[in-house]
């Protein structure tokens, strides 16, 4: 099966309901994601199969120099076969068009290899406040 990456794909909201809550976890929680993301986002990067979604990644920003990597989601039937190393490729590579200078993503630590080793983030410090 051929996986295509689209940089601002066309999503039904239903369907990133659906990934989100196979790929966190959780249970789909009806979120109105079309216009969070066109309030908030640079772009976003959905990866297809099939014609089901089965990737995605949100990146925001500033406005100016820094883009940051959120909610990065790959279907479990799918993971460990390249498909969010993929995605983050596409958000940096449309980050860097859009003049942005940095991408950041903060992770939790068991996420480390996937972020540091397979998308080439280098680790740098960070400070975090919860709310």
């Known amino acids: 099966?051929?996986?295509?990456?689209?940089?601002?794909?066309?999503?039904?909201?239903?369907?990133?309901d659906a990934l989100h809550a196979d790929g966190f976890g959780s249970p789909a929680a009806q979120t109105d994601w079309r216009?969070?993301?066109?309030?908030?986002?640079l772009g976003w990067v959905?990866?297809?199969?099939?014609?089901?979604?089965?990737?995605?990644?949100?990146v925001v920003?500033?406005?100016?120099?820094?883009?940051?990597?959120?909610d990065t989601v790959v279907?479990?039937?799918?993971?460990?076969?390249?498909?969010?190393?993929?995605?983050?490729?596409?958000?940096a590579k449309e980050a860097r068009a859009a003049k942005c200078q940095w991408l950041h993503v903060d992770f939790e630590e068991h996420l480390r290899s996937f972020y540091v080793d397979a998308c080439g983030f280098r680790e740098t410090p960070a400070g975090l406040i919860a709310l």
């Open 46 to 58: 959905c990866a297809w199969e099939d014609g089901g979604l089965i990737g995605f990644v949100n």
């Open 35 to 41: 216009a969070r993301l066109e309030r908030h986002s």
């Open 61 to 70: 920003w500033d406005g100016g120099a820094h883009a940051f990597v959120l």
């Open 1 to 16: 099966m051929t996986i295509e990456y689209e940089w601002r794909g066309d999503f039904d909201n239903a369907s990133l």
């Open 75 to 91: 279907a479990r039937h799918r993971r460990s076969r390249g498909v969010g190393a993929a995605l983050v490729t596409v958000a």
